[in-house]
């Protein structure tokens, strides 16, 4: 599983780190950072995350996607 963020669409409203907050943080007040490759338990609030973003900067890819 790999989490990816378009940085270009992202405009830190936070959405992703209250669904997942182990697996995205805020740095300072608007640089969004997040782990790369989280492990699987934390898949059902990264989905949470992908769909509570409200640009959609957030893609989930699993072993099929990739």
Known sequence: MRVLVDLNRCQSY???VFA???VFW?????????DYQPPA?????IIRAVHACPV???TLQTGADR
């Open 56 to 58: 959609r900067a957030i």
């Open 41 to 45: 338990e934390q898949e059902e609030k």
């Open 26 to 34: 805020m740095k300072q007040e608007e640089s969004l950072e997040w």
């Open 20 to 22: 997942a907050p182990d």
């Open 14 to 16: 936070g959405q992703c």
